[in-house]
């Protein structure tokens, strides 16, 4: 091999291996199907019981086919090394469908479709991230008892900060999360 396709050889598998990662699939339900994505019976209380096992936080993300935000996250913001990593290590993510059929119940037991589960939270926009505490209260919803709810796409700042701000349960050191993420942005200024 000549010293010219070498060097071509070794500058592809170096821009092969810094690009981010591929944007998930989309399946047949029109959502993308990231592989951190967990395919569960949609049971809240049993879902938020094995993300606990595995010592990570439920987040439930609602979103919709065709929905050009939840193209954008799933495209230019979750496939992010760093916001990847965090929500390998620290999530357990559960999808639903805004306009979806399948059963989701509950944590107080109440069982409906997909998208009359969504109506009850009180979701409007696509994507939504309900992010839930390690335990909740009997008879709550997931919507009364999540500690944040994100509705809309956002930038990989703002995510990364989001993701980390609930890993780190920043919502229980009363710290707004608006301010804890002013602080990151000057602290990278």
């Given at each position: ?10 500058v ?12 998930a699939?989309?399946?047949?339900d ?20 094995e ?16 929905c ?13 090394p ?8 620290h ?6 469908n ?11 037991g ?49 995510t ?6 609930i ?10 999360f ?12």
């Amino acid at each position: 091999m000549s010293m010219a396709r070498l060097r071509t050889a070794v500058v592809a598998a170096a821009f092969l291996m810094a690009a981010p990662a591929l944007a998930a699939e989309v399946g047949d339900d029109g959502l993308h199907k990231p592989d951190w994505l967990r395919e569960t019976f949609k049971d809240m209380t049993e879902d938020l019981a094995e993300a606990n096992a595995e010592g990570k936080r439920l987040l439930i993300m609602v979103e919709q086919r065709g929905c050009i935000y939840c193209s954008k996250m799933h495209e230019e913001v979750y496939p992010d090394p760093a916001i990847d990593k965090l929500i390998r290590d620290h999530y357990f993510v559960v999808q639903v469908n805004l306009f979806g059929d399948v059963e989701v119940t509950d944590f107080d037991g109440t069982v409906l479709p997909e998208k009359d589960m969504a109506a009850r939270w009180g979701v409007l926009f696509t994507p939504t991230l309900i992010f839930l505490p390690e335990s909740v209260e009997e008879g709550k919803t997931a919507a009364e008892s999540a500690v944040a709810v994100m509705p809309g796409a956002f930038g990989k700042g703002t995510t990364e900060a989001l993701l980390t701000w609930i890993r780190d349960h920043g919502y229980d050191s009363g710290e707004h999360f608006q301010k804890f993420l002013a602080g990151r942005m000057n602290a990278n200024n």
